[in-house]
């Protein structure tokens, strides 16, 4: 395997490459693989086509430790690196700083210490084996370990032989993001919560298996006959087992009723409640005072079955759960502040307002800020979904969160983290959270008429038999309760929930929320975000009106030579194309463009505005709604070149697909410019918002679902975070921002928006499994019942009949699980 | 049939150690991370380096 080595393809052998790398996906992210570009890694026996030069270096950094067998036994493809990523140990100095190491790492008795870090990318357990791998070999780490449910990482390691800097730079090397962890109560609560649960399971399980014993032997007694001390001991110490499971592993589903009985609520958890609790209590009675019939090992069995259930489900959607990604996480850790005469890195929490910092060119705004000195452009997609930058010049506010794109700025930091216009942002996604609506479950709704009808029948049998025969009336009233426990009926949704959660983390979904499913297959409002959504964020070369005899290949060529030297988003479009030879003296001029000399002539190329000003013939750009850029030289306009954004290629088929699913799709979008308008008509949407900033977004759904309608959203970046907190149902499409994906209900692992129609098929399915499975669960109570109340049914007999209604369910719901051929997914085994 | 008096208890005793157990397992953390876990006991273990076992494996072409 460590023969792995690198492969640039050869230029003579170009064209075969190229062809075969069109039809491929990039070996390491999945994403398709660009035309024009040619890179290539020699993995695990093949030549493995690459998508991008920050891809390779990771691919290659894994082949170079010999760890390439990940590949094989990865689920899921790795995330795509950050264009400038670099494992470089300078750029996490700032974390050696003791006071912030401090606030995410502890010592250890043993003099060690132990860092906490949040992974970023992670995404299956073959990337858990890659980091700890890679990790455990550098000397001085003594040991690291990936939770992976958590995307959490804990490395102890000898502070006197490795920094925290060089753990930084190892894992985002391989292509992870990795954060100090600080949020610490709260991962510790989440792995108390998870720890509970399994003890409640363990013991649960336990006990069924110990009252069973007990029971058979007291139901082989009840048929052959058994001394009555023999009998008494063998109830006794059931009580005792029981007893212990009852009090210990039911008593969520006690809280959870109580408190929703307060709140003047009934949920599922209350007839289970009261069937445990009066099956419990009356086989005390009947122990106590040798009479009747017990029946401690149904209610062991329904505890644990009921728990093993909903483990299962939480245990589906917990997977990746991130929800401690705050709008915070997306700034610089590290700020160059002024002291005294020179620049110095200081952590972002010790910068106070009044500094002066330094953000450098390519890098986000640490903090708001007023420019002081430099001119520049930002990109303030965070805000407003735009990707057209702000031209900035002294004076002027810059935002944190905000990505400065061309010169350096030094600026004065004019508030406090708090005070600042993310932090603003993060407690829209807070209130957006809090103010989601409520949907009634569905077996929260069958729970309220199902306790209603079992507490009247139970009471009007024990009235009829009061009249028959006073003695058996309350065995009877009893036998009703222990048989109307609503077992099946409790199990029938998580069981179904948690095999349509398997089957569409197979197909690269992965649903975060406890009711998404159940919402998604009610709505009926798809709402898509555009910029990153619809669009992949980068603007692609659409039309080219040459305006001289310089044909478009030529006019490419200067264009591309000149933008090479950009920064700003236009540039983007131009990469990956043939440069002409021999550009200098490129200069570039803020919010205008760029001038550069190319064999003694001088060329621009940018703004209508500024290329006029040496080509005063330069004619209007054409009235086709495109981006245009202008070309020109000294006395002679060029071309003009028209950008557009690049529309996802299966965009158009989502939609129409949701159409024809009856959906109301509408497109919302922060862009004012009116691209919105063109993709809406291109689309065939009729509804559409343009310029909207996160609050409107935020307002517009809330009108939506006063009346009445279940709201679904699609969206991608830092500012649909909000509003995707507060639809009913939302997506963060791959590679969407950590704060957006955190939000969501429904994560996408792969680039591709079929996967929405793919889960709303599921969720349609796994509506109608439930259905089957509640009106099944309700057939048999509804059967079992006046059997019961005749006084015709056993108690063995209605602990096998419980336990086949309850197996019937689970196969049911087992069907959800199937994943059709056409949409399996299972990456990188070529 | 009297054994049961002593067997039923010693069967209870167990029971009571199981649980402990099981409980230790999970407040030590052994439990914490099932996926990884369950994937772990399958995958390969690291292949040996190049130094030991030279590589017939083909170059890139």
């Known amino acids: 395997m460590a023969t792995s080595s690198l492969m640039i393809s050869a230029t003579a052998s170009k064209i075969d490459a190229n062809s075969q790398a069109a039809t491929e996906a990039c070996y390491h992210c999945g994403s398709p693989i660009p035309p024009g570009i040619e890179l290539s890694l020699y993995i695990d026996g093949r030549e493995r086509a690459m998508c991008c030069p920050g891809c390779r270096a990771v691919a290659q950094l894994i082949c170079n430790k010999g760890l390439d067998q990940f590949y094989q036994q990865r689920t899921t493809y790795n995330e795509k690196p950050e264009e400038d990523h670099a494992g470089n140990v300078d750029d996490y100095r700032i974390y050696d700083d003791d006071e912030v190491l401090q606030t995410f790492s502890e010592v250890d008795t043993t003099g060690a210490r132990v860092a906490y870090f949040l992974l970023g990318g992670i995404s299956c357990a073959a990337c858990t084996w890659l980091i700890e791998r890679s990790l455990t070999r550098l000397p001085g780490v003594i040991s690291a370990n990936v939770n992976l449910q958590h995307s959490k990482l804990s490395v102890r390691y000898q502070p006197k032989h490795i920094s925290v800097s060089e753990i930084f730079a190892e894992v985002n090397a391989l292509g992870y993001r990795a954060r100090p962890f600080q949020q610490r109560a709260q991962r510790e609560q989440l792995a108390q919560d998870s720890r509970s649960e399994l003890r409640r399971l363990g013991v649960a399980g336990l006990g069924m298996m110990q009252v069973g014993m007990f029971a058979i032997a007291l139901h082989a007694g009840d048929i052959q006959g058994i001394e009555s001390s023999h009998q008494g001991l063998l109830r006794w110490v059931s009580l005792l087992v029981a007893s212990f499971v009852v009090i210990y592993a039911s008593r969520p589903f006690f809280i959870s009723a109580w408190r929703h009985l307060i709140r003047r609520t009934l949920v599922m958890d209350l007839p289970v409640s009261l069937a445990i609790g009066m099956a419990w209590l009356a086989s005390i009675w009947a122990t106590v005072t040798g009479s009747g019939q017990v029946y401690f090992d149904s209610v062991v069995m329904f505890t644990f079955f009921l728990l093993l259930g909903r483990f299962l489900e939480r245990r589906a959607r917990h997977l990746q759960d991130a929800n401690w990604w705050q709008a915070q996480d997306a700034l610089p850790d590290a700020v160059s502040v002024q002291r005294e005469d020179s620049w110095v890195a200081i952590p972002r929490m010790q910068v106070n307002v009044g500094d002066r910092i330094l953000v450098p060119a390519g890098a986000t705004v640490p903090i708001d800020a007023c420019v002081t000195a430099g001119e520049s452009a930002v990109r303030e997609d965070a805000f407003n979904g735009e990707y057209q930058p702000r031209t900035v010049v002294e004076g002027d506010t810059v935002f944190a969160g905000t990505i400065n794109v061309e010169n350096s700025l030094q600026a004065r930091v004019v508030c406090t983290y708090r005070d600042s216009r993310l932090a603003e942002l993060q407690r829209s996604v807070d209130r957006g959270q809090a103010q989601k609506p409520a949907l009634a479950r569905l077996a929260d709704r069958v729970a309220s008429w199902f306790i209603a009808a079992i507490l009247l029948i139970s009471i009007a049998t024990w009235l009829v038999w009061h009249q028959l025969a006073p003695e058996q009336a309350f065995w009877i009233m009893l036998s009703v309760l222990v048989i109307s426990c609503p077992c099946a009926l409790a199990l029938a949704t998580p069981a179904a929930l948690a095999s349509a959660a398997g089957a569409l983390r197979r197909n690269g979904i992965i649903i975060r929320s406890e009711d998404a499913l159940e919402s998604l297959s009610r709505s009926k409002h798809l709402i898509f975000d555009k910029t990153g959504t619809l669009t992949s964020a980068e603007l692609v070369i659409d039309s080219v009106v040459t305006l001289d005899t310089f044909s478009e290949q030529q006019v490419l060529e200067i264009a591309a030579a000149l933008q090479a030297h950009s920064r700003h988003p236009v540039s983007g479009a131009f990469n990956n194309l043939r440069m002409a030879k021999g550009m200098d003296q490129v200069s570039y001029h803020v919010g205008a463009g760029l001038q550069g000399e190319l064999s003694g002539q001088t060329y621009r190329i940018g703004s209508e505005s500024f290329c006029r000003t040496i080509a005063l013939s330069l004619p209007y750009a054409p009235s086709t709604e495109l981006y245009w850029v202008a070309l020109c030289r000294v006395e002679k306009p060029l071309a003009w070149i028209g950008l557009r954004d690049r529309v996802r290629p299966e965009a158009t088929s989502t939609v129409q697909q949701a159409m024809a699913d009856g959906f109301c799709v509408e497109l919302l979008t922060g862009d004012s410019s009116n691209n919105g308008a063109l993709m809406a008509q291109e689309l065939g949407l009729s509804h559409y918002a343009c310029g909207l900033r996160p609050e409107q977004k935020m307002t517009h759904v809330e009108t939506l679902q006063e009346s009445g309608l279940v709201v679904t959203m699609v969206g991608d970046g830092l500012n649909d975070a909000p509003v995707l907190s507060l639809a009913d149902v939302s997506f963060a499409v791959a590679g969407a921002a950590d704060l957006a994906s955190a939000q969501a209900d429904f994560v996408l692992l792969r680039d591709d928006l079929n996967l929405i129609c793919v889960a709303y098929k599921k969720a349609r399915q796994c509506r109608r499994v439930m259905l089957q499975n509640i009106s099944w669960a309700l057939g048999y109570n509804i059967c079992a019942i006046p059997l019961a109340a005749m006084g015709f049914v056993p108690p063995w007999l209605a602990a096998v009949g419980m336990s086949a209604s309850s197996l019937l369910v689970v196969l049911n719901s087992l069907r959800l699980s199937r994943v059709s051929a056409e949409t399996q997914w299972r990456p990188g085994h070529g | ?61």
């Open chain 2, 1 to 61: 049939m009297d054994s049961l008096y002593l067997l039923v208890p010693i069967a209870l005793v167990f029971c009571a150690i199981t649980i402990k157990l099981l409980l230790w397992a999970i407040n030590n953390g052994q439990y914490d991370d099932m996926d990884k876990e369950a994937w772990r006991i399958l995958a390969d273990e690291e292949t040996p380096s190049e130094s030991e076992q030279p590589s017939s494996r083909p170059g890139p072409p």
